[in-house]
DNA sequence: AGCCGCAGTGGCAATCTGTGCCATTGAGGC
DNA sequence: GCCTCAATGGCACAGATTGCCACTGCGGCT
């Protein structure tokens, strides 16, 4: 078990397990912490698996908690449902996104801060995280046929682009001091720019058989799709 | 009953009805026909009654169907699920888009097609779609506190996002018939942004109080989105 | 080391959701 | 008026969720 190939594509529910105790600190997360971390990847992976091998529907959320070794109760307790159980394992990159845009330098035009978080957080240094994104194909693969994995997808991306705009939203009033911070509109429009180019990449790509790096990577792909939503 | 108000913002559900008979040609609705549109829309106002009265999770898809005078067996022949039901309520304009959108003069520049579209479609001509438009409020806001609402509105914009895909993807052979149309990347990008246009000039709107028409009307917001998204 | 409070867990019972099956009924064609 | 068929309603059932409660190990305190 373990976070191994925790790789996040959008990473909107990894905050699901420990919102509250060290959000920005990486300070040493306890016994416990770490344990919850890899259960709830242990069932997301239980998920994944039945999900790719029988279907969703044939997949029951009992055989899903039995094979990831806890409880119903238990699945219940990290998951509002069935679906949602793979939310981690479509949610590649996207903790990493945010945090390397948060980190942006001030000053930085706003096309190039996403664009460069954008290509960091799809970049791919090792096999884990390659296993990561084949992993996340498989399932939008299994989703073009089931309606409630597909909106898991949906959801997923959903909730990057309201993360990634309050991000943008204190990045803008970092810089603009005295206005008040960017026109929200326009915030939320760059947050869907951005999030839609990386989830049309990621929806391309699992369409091909292309590699995870090189010419129709993710990466490569939702670069070229950012620079047409935005080129500002 | 009856479809006095069954004005659609993003239109991806209106086919759930009667999507084999006639989808063309606009022929007499036999009887039946009717009778079923009818029944969708009543039951989609009984659903988007209660939701808004007890929130979606206290509503019972047996409540539902009892207030909108079907049986339970019934209500599930026309929705996948007690969130669906209000799809068609969400589905705001979407059908007239679309419709509007393939019937665009040969050789329109895409943003014009698109933005013509979205301004003729969002438009309010008379008082049933601006209560159509409100009811749609009064959703959105609902579906602020209520995350499998939430999902209902995701799903129902990708589903119009894939239909408009379609869609410029025909009007891309049309024209250059040569080559063999645009390319698909950039047919799923224009899509995505003119979606989106749409989605966040709902959502903003919905946060306000503003008028269906005028400043700030979700056309209005709809266009100035438009413009910065599909600049080209 | 021994004790305590608490978070995380598992199990059970109850309610709701979603689907297959079959009889009934009214619409539309002959 | 008779026949065929789509639309419906009721029923039963498997699976999805949730409330409630007791059990157990982690982490802090004495």
């Not at 069935?82 to 996207?94: C, I, N, T």
Request: one cysteine or more.
């Amino acid at each position: 078990m373990c976070q191994s190939g925790a790789a996040h594509v959008l990473g909107a529910y990894a905050s699901a397990v420990s919102p509250k105790s060290t959000p920005p600190a990486p300070a040493a997360p306890s016994l416990t912490e770490r344990r919850k971390a890899a259960t709830q990847l242990e069932i997301a992976r239980a998920a994944a698996d039945l999900f790719t091998e029988l279907g969703p529907d044939a997949t029951t959320t009992e055989a899903i908690a039995s094979r990831a070794g806890v409880g119903l109760r238990t699945f219940y307790r990290y998951f509002r449902n069935k679906q949602d159980a793979v939310g981690p394992l479509l949610s590649v990159g996207g903790e990493h996104w945010r945090a390397r845009l948060a980190a942006t330098a001030p000053g930085t035009p706003l096309p190039e801060a996403l664009a460069g978080a954008i290509a960091e957080s799809l970049a791919v240094p090792d096999e884990a995280t390659a296993a990561g994104l084949r992993q996340a194909r498989g399932l939008l693969r299994a989703a073009a046929d089931d309606p409630a994995l597909r909106a898991v997808w949906y959801q997923v991306n959903q909730e990057s682009e309201d993360q990634v705009r309050s991000v943008l939203a204190q990045l803008g009033d970092r810089s603009g001091e005295g206005g008040g911070g960017a026109d929200p509109l326009d915030v939320r429009l760059a947050a869907a720019a951005s999030t839609a180019a990386i989830r049309i990449a990621l929806e391309t790509w699992a369409e091909t058989d292309a590699d995870v790096e090189g010419p129709g990577s993710p990466a490569d792909l939702a670069l070229r799709c950012l620079r047409r939503l935005l080129p500002e």
